[in-house]
């Protein structure tokens, strides 16, 4: 489990995929393989931005308001408050 606090964190998923989560937010990796990414966002805010985006690479966000996967586009994602 990753918990920023008062901080902020940005990792990079895969190549070219970008995860920004934001202040007092919580994630969880389920999956943390290249080819088959699953996270959980547990509360807060994430952000992901994807420049490149493999046809191979599957990438899951899980949560209470947005189970599923997600398109080669960036999203902003909300989680519980």
Do not use: C, W
Not at 6 to 14: H, I, Y
Not at 23 to 41: H, I
């Amino acid at each position: 489990m990753l918990s920023t606090g008062a901080g902020k964190v940005e990792m990079l998923l895969t190549p070219g995929v970008f995860l920004r989560l934001g202040e007092n937010s919580q994630l969880r990796m389920v999956s943390p393989g290249l080819a088959d990414t699953e996270l959980a966002l547990v509360s807060g805010q994430a952000t992901i931005e994807a420049d490149y985006f493999s046809k191979d690479n599957h990438l899951t966000v899980t949560g209470e308001r947005f189970p599923g996967p997600l398109e080669p586009i960036a999203r902003r994602l909300r989680g519980p408050s």
